[in-house]
């Protein structure tokens, strides 16, 4: 599939920012589109602010698990033109060395991210203007605002515009701008490298294949299997820090080749991703800056799944924002004390798997599914 169509939104240039908003959202994810939509129903004046081009491309297995689908019911489910073959996909462990595949009844729905992205974009209501290729280059606050920094490159050199709001909402992802600009706890990044390869339909099982092996390098995390229609995605996660990930990830593809029935290449794409170890990675925000989605840490650690933890940390944010403003003029914190109340149970299910980390991250963590029955993999893959 191409880029996708561009769906209806307010968009405006860099020149028609104002200098005030009630909310400013930074980062035009599945975070940061909640987080608009549920702030602007309490407001007038909503900006969001996205870097890259809109839409965009963002590299993503595209997988969308039960928390995703479920926050996204309110908005009428997923629509057809973005889900690919097959259409639903199970997670299935795969123990190359030993031979031992494992498939679980935990299963994902299988879209096209680039559509999926835009289409949650044609979701946002007309009183949020969206300025695309404009970025947050700073921010600081004080007892009744908060003071943004934006930065458009364009051809003749930078321009910079400073906008004042009562909140701002960084939904800025693993980049972690605001985070990193307020001083708070940074975390590190993994390195991911998604080849697509073509494949005859039907040609692969409809699988997420998560592929362990002592035959990739040591700071090899983990590869996977999807298939997407026309293509697969052939995914390597590196731990942070790797050197050579486009060579590393050329050894295991060599590997794979000779089990899969893979085609010629088509792209390859290399992000990075938040490697979060401890609870303290996950940070609500300070003051009346509130962090959500992944730039707050809120991704599985375990399993990398981040759609849901972003759509529904994005949502809290933009409905906390939104509760606070409705209740007139509370003190500087209110927002955040009632983000942090909401998100209590995301935080303790997040806690949950950076305890599990470690095991299920090590060898005999690795190696455990061979061992035990697969209605107990399905079991332990649905909580972590
Ligand atoms: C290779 C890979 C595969 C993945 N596969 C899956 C999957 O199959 N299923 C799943 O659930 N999760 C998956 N994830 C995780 C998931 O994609 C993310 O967790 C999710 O997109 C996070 O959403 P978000 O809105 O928090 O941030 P993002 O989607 O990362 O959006 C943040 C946005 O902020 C913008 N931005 C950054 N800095 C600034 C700035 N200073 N100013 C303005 N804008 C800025 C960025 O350009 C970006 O568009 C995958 C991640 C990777 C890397």
Known sequence: MGMPESREYRAITFDAIREYYDVVVVGAGPAGIMAAIEAAAACDRVLLVEASALPREKSCGGMLNVYSLRALERFGGVPEDMILSPRWIS????????????????????????????????????????????RLADVSQGEQAVAASLVARGAGGSSTRSVSCRHLIAADGPRATARERLKLRPFDRYISVQEYVRIEPGALEPYFDCIYSRRFSRDYGIGYIIPKGEVAIIGSIFYPGTKDCGRKHEEVLSILNDLY??????????????????PSDL??????????????????????????????????????????????????????????????????????????????????????????PTPIVSK????V
Not at 105 to 131: C, I, K, Y
Not at 261 to 278: C, D, Q, S
């Open 261 to 278: 029935p893979f085609g010629e290449p088509v792209k390859r794409e290399t992000w990075i991703a938040a490697h979060l170890t401890r």
């Open 380 to 383: 332990l893959t649905e909580r």
């Open 283 to 372: 940070v609500a925000g300070a003051g009346r800056i509130l962090l959500a989605g992944e730039g707050g840490g809120f991704l599985s650690c375990t399993s990398g799944e981040g759609i849901s933890f972003a759509l529904n940390s994005g949502s809290m944010a933009g409905r906390a924002v939104a509760a606070s403003l409705s209740a007139g003029a509370p003190g500087p914190t209110d927002a955040l004390r009632r983000y942090e109340r909401a998100l209590s149970p995301l935080k303790r299910n997040l806690a949950f798997r950076m305890r599990m980390f470690p095991f299920m991250n090590s060898y005999a963590g690795k190696n455990l599914a061979c061992f035990i």
């Open 91 to 134: 997670f299935r462990y795969y123990h190359m060395d030993r031979e031992v595949k494992k498939a679980t009844q935990v299963r994902f729905l299988n879209v096209d991210r680039a559509r999926f992205d835009a289409w949650l974009l044609g979701l946002l209501p007309a009183n949020v203007e969206v300025a695309a290729e404009v």
